[in-house]
T-cell receptor, first 114, second 114 residues
Framework: AQSVTQLDSQVPVFEEAPVELRCNYSSSVSVYLFWYVQYPNQGLQLLLKYLSGSTLVKGINGFEAEFNKSQTSFHLRKPSVHISDTAEYFCAVSGYGATNKLIFGTGTLLAVQP | DTAVSQTPKYLVTQMGNDKSIKCEQNLGHDTMYWYKQDSKKFLKIMFSYNNKELIINETVPNRFSPKSPDKAHLNLHINSLELGDSAVYFC?????????????FGEGSWLTVV
């Protein structure tokens, strides 16, 4: 079984500042890792994913994340945030195969202030 | 074109009623899901169908019954609605063994039971 921990429930940051949203996972098998974004009153949009290969993955809207197997982490970063990045961000982990579930963290609210 | 579409988007209904939420995906995926997001934004899988076969059935009250008439559709029927059923229900789909089982979500159905 897998689990995901997002330690920060809320991250306030000023516009144009860099941000890192933390995600740690637990699994006894190899996993896929994902970040999703949910804007207010909207659905979930895939930001980026790590399946294999390069540990640095780039996603939409200027976000990137780095898979660190030794630290079981998949932190999300952006060098300069905008007001429009204000949203809930969810880290998720999945094992391989159809019967493996996508397990979500509890989410981090990124609150960008002017 | 909307990849995963679900209807209705908003639903307000009284306790004890029966309601259905419909979902359709035009991505050609072989697996579909229902997720529930509670008031604290926590996301949890409810059901998963692969090629119309139920493969994941979490601990969900039997008042909830999914139905998959074909690979492109997965409907959720809820009997005898209770106040605690108020939540956002997300339909999703994926193509197992392709793109790391990446799951794509619909826009959500906001269910309020009064």
């Amino acid at each position: 079984a897998q689990s995901v921990t997002q330690l920060d429930s809320q991250v306030p940051v000023f516009e144009e500042a860099p941000v890192e949203l933390r995600c740690n996972y637990s699994s006894s098998v190899s996993v896929y890792l994902f970040w999703y974004v949910q804007y207010p009153n909207q659905g979930l949009q895939l930001l980026l994913k790590y399946l294999s290969g390069s540990t640095l993955v780039k996603g939409i809207n200027g976000f990137e994340a780095e898979f660190n197997k030794s630290q079981t982490s998949f932190h999300l970063r952006k060098p300069s945030v905008h007001i429009s990045d204000t949203a809930e961000y969810f880290c998720a982990v999945s094992g391989y195969g159809a019967t493996n579930k996508l397990i979500f963290g509890t989410g981090t609210l990124l609150a960008v202030q002017p | 074109d909307t990849a995963v579409s679900q209807t209705p988007k908003y639903l307000v209904t009284q306790m004890g009623n029966d309601k259905s939420i419909k979902c359709e995906q035009n991505l050609g995926h072989d697996t579909m899901y229902w997720y529930k997001q509670d008031s604290k934004k926590f996301l949890k899988i409810m059901f998963s169908y692969n090629n119309k076969e139920l493969i994941i059935n979490e601990t969900v009250p039997n008042r909830f019954s999914p139905k998959s008439p074909d690979k492109a559709h997965l409907n959720l029927h809820i009997n005898s609605l209770e106040l605690g059923d108020s939540a956002v229900y997300f339909c999703a789909s994926s193509q197992v063994a392709v793109s790391g089982n990446t799951i794509y979500f619909g826009e959500g159905s906001w269910l309020t039971v009064v």
